[in-house]
């Protein structure tokens, strides 16, 4: 993106549901690509693999008062997941991430500092399932809030929650149904859920059980067996080349509807 | 009849009812609302960090109205989750049947100190590598950002917002810290924390009339409540509890708090 460029310019923020680095390693443009060529802009991703939400916020708060953008879209991430910054040995401010749900946390810069599961396990009762989705859906409000005044536009990307992963401790299968059930019970409880703007969050409240959708719940419903959108129907539900093509279709339709066509491009 | 106005006051121990309960005198808000002939709802929590300062700020003023909003920042290493706690009825009222109920509550990690008052243990070694993601540069760039955000949110509310105890304390980690010389660490992370306070974008967009003491570090021309007594009272004998062993404000220390910000309210709102 030229620093000179006077056309439009498309702020994109997530996780690995938005980072570019699938156009690295695999040759395919992912959604904030595709949706710019629709919208006829410039963009800037800033999808980050492994990301959580704190990230996904912090980050885009530091880009909007850099810089104005015609259009902001947040694929929020995992609820559970942790992000903090350091300065790095070249004296610039990076992220790094820890999953405290997980045997390995993934992604660029993740676990710098390895950590036992039994420790994880703790830190997973401080941040467990009603902390991070009453932190989340605050943080929600908030960003909506900062972003008043910009155009903008949110969607869930992965599921907010899964099941914890540590090998030494597996849990049992129907595990996931009680992670659902409390994540929407969670959910039920915080004060915002009227208060999120559902125009501007497509698929809010997240769940199908709400009557709401994720980027994954979507994806599930037209696409059972996973083989048309994810890159590998059992070993990476990330969506594939078809599947980010669906994603740009989806918000730019949400796009239109709201904010109309823009006669200018 | 006109309804009077109302104060919210939030922030952790430098706020909290708690000493109004044990030893009987009124902290800053309640002295701060009767300057102000208003009524005071004071939420500020021992062991709160800003996480649950902020949290519980934007959850109350999605439900009531303020007329003014006081907000009192902690430390910034400290962590904030919720949870659904469990209650026995009987403790509130004895004429209940027995039973439980559910409550959201707040629950604080303090990774920076060998104890507080925590539900699930973390022992040091656990603390020491949660502190290395949660280091002064992270907490310090998070808690500027973050005021950015509370001011963009309280944008139409009027408000102050001032830092109450030192931003960041000495670890207390024992000999599993690496550092063992406890004065000096403290002149170490100080140094560690302006240097990321000055390497924060929002440092410059903290609108300074409304952020008393902004920003917060002597040495960058601001100050925390801690400094301000510090100021006045350097050998901590007049406005704190006990000196060094407990630096809470006393009584008197509550009184010089509740006129600073009365001061400034005039200034600025009157």
Request: charged share 25%.
């Given at each position: 993106m030229s620093l000179f460029s006077k056309r439009k310019k498309l702020l994109a923020i997530g996780c690995s549901y938005t980072t570019s680095s699938w156009t690295k390693a695999h040759g395919f443009p992912v959604w904030p690509e595709l949706l710019a060529k629709k919208l006829d802009w410039d963009y800037l991703n800033l999808g980050s693999a492994g990301r959580g939400n704190n990230y996904i916020f912090g980050k885009m708060c530091d880009t909007i008062i850099e810089d104005n953008y015609d259009l902001v879209v947040i694929m929020w991430s995992e609820f559970q997941r942790m992000d903090f910054e350091y300065l790095n040995k070249f004296n610039q401010i990076k992220w790094k991430h820890l999953h405290?749900?997980?045997?390995k946390t993934f992604g660029?810069?993740?676990?710098i500092f390895p950590i036992d599961n039994p420790w994880k396990r703790n830190l997973l009762k401080y941040n467990d399932i009603v902390a991070s989705v009453l932190h989340n859906v605050r943080l929600f409000w908030t960003a909506q809030n900062i972003l008043k005044d910009i155009p903008h536009l949110m969607i869930q990307g992965p599921k907010a929650l899964c099941t914890p992963n540590f090998k030494d401790d597996p849990y049992p299968d129907d595990f996931w149904k009680s992670v659902n059930e409390d994540a929407i019970s969670s959910l039920l409880k915080s004060p915002y859920i009227e208060l999120i703007n559902s125009k501007k969050f497509i698929?809010?409240?997240?769940y199908k059980q709400l009557g709401g959708m994720s980027i994954d719940s979507y994806f599930d419903d037209v696409d059972y067996d996973r083989k048309?959108?994810?890159?590998?129907?059992?070993l990476d539900s990330h969506p594939n080349t078809t599947g980010h093509e669906v994603i740009s279709e989806l918000i730019y339709d949400n796009y239109r509807s709201i904010y109309g066509v823009d006669d200018e491009t | 009849m006109m309804k009077r106005k109302r104060l919210l006051a939030i922030g952790c121990s430098y706020t909290s009812l708690y000493w109004t309960h044990k030893h009987g005198f009124p902290v800053w808000p309640q002295l701060l609302a009767e300057k102000l002939d208003m009524d005071c709802i004071n939420l500020g929590a021992n062991g709160a960090g800003n996480t649950h300062i902020s949290g519980q700020l934007f959850d109350s003023i999605v439900e009531e109205k303020f007329d003014f909003i006081v907000i009192m920042w902690s430390e910034f290493q400290r962590m904030d989750f919720q949870e659904l706690g469990l209650f026995d009825l009987q403790e509130i009222d004895?004429?209940?049947?027995a039973g439980v109920w559910r409550k959201i509550v707040w629950q604080h990690l303090h990774?920076?100190?060998?104890?507080?008052?925590?539900?699930y243990k973390l022992d040091p070694a656990a603390k020491n590598k949660l502190l290395k993601y949660n280091s002064i540069a992270s907490s310090t760039l998070a808690a500027f950002r973050l005021f950015w955000i509370t001011q963009n949110i309280l944008k139409d509310i009027p408000y102050f917002m001032i830092q109450g105890c030192f931003p960041v304390g000495k670890p207390t980690?024992?000999?599993?810290?690496?550092?063992?010389?406890p004065y000096d660490y403290f002149n170490i992370i100080m140094k560690e924390c302006i240097r990321f306070m000055l390497k924060s974008p929002y440092i410059d967009l903290i609108e300074s009339k409304k952020f008393i003491?902004?920003?917060?570090?002597p040495q960058l021309g601001g100050f925390a409540v801690d400094h301000h007594l510090d100021k006045l009272d350097p050998e901590r004998e007049?406005?704190?509890?006990?000196?060094?062993?407990d630096s809470h404000p006393n009584a008197v220390g509550h009184e010089l708090i509740s006129e600073l910000i009365y001061d400034n309210y005039k200034k600025v709102y009157s």
């Open positions: 405290p749900h997980r045997n660029e810069g993740s676990e698929g809010w409240p997240i048309r959108y994810r890159i590998h129907h059992l | 004895t004429y209940i049947p990774p920076h100190r060998l104890t507080n008052y925590e539900t980690l024992g000999p599993l810290f690496e550092h063992n010389e003491g902004w920003p917060i570090m007049k406005y704190r509890m006990e000196g060094s062993k």
